[in-house]
């Protein structure tokens, strides 16, 4: 049975989308499967039948918004950098024909992520490997933050937004709003406030008991998870859930050293 690849490309950039065509080519030379989408193409949407592999050419939103076109499944996703900061990437873009080669002798290994999930008074919002983004639904207004844990009140205080990360996301936006990097090895959420009006600090929780969080405000909410699914609540005041999500990311690795290290040392440059 003919193995099917999915390539996704961003948009941005016509280096990215000439890119997936040659992937393309090499792949269906060797007899697979291939489907081409842009990125923006699969916002809001779940990608169709059984997937071998996803080949991601763009930044870390075009490997988000192919991790959301999933679903339920586990399909291992092969980050190629053709974006500014490309954390979140395997290889750069000039590696492509090398990866391409070592995917398809299945030469690689499949490394295994965290993702967290989030509802709001019972309803589920969604998955996210990044970050859920909570903050008011009118720009510039702030928002009351009251933080548990397992039942019991942490801390509170008054902020533009709350950033709540997981560690593979702790490099990325919260750690522009003052967050600490956190190891991925670690069952951990990272929750940032984003200028705070109080003594509210940047935390890093166990996921090993739920995180609540009760939210007010007098002009509702928006949650943008992952930068890309944005949610709104008209309510004033919400109470959030956040745990481990049941489902994992799953991405390609080819040995080149530890996606850890190589993230924070390109982040720290």
Known sequence: MEEVYVIVYTEKRRDAYEAAQHAKKVLESRGAEVEVYGAGELIGRRLPGKVDLIISLGGDGTILKSLGAIGGGETPILGVNFGRGGFLAEVEARMINDALERVLAKDYEVERILMLSIEADGRDLGDFLN??????????????????????????????????????????????????????ELEAAVLAPVCPLSNLKPMVLSLKQELEIAASGDYGFSILLDGFLLRRIDEKRIRLRVRRSRRLAHFVRLGLGRSFARRVRKKLG
Do not use: C, H, N, W
């Open 131 to 184: 970050e859920a983004y909570v903050s008011s639904r009118v720009m510039g207004k702030t928002l009351q933050f009251e933080i548990a844990q397992g039942g019991e009140r942490l801390a509170e205080g008054l902020a533009d937004a709350l950033i709540i990360s997981t560690p593979i996301g702790s490099t990325a936006y919260a750690f522009s709003a003052g967050g600490p990097i956190v190891d991925d």
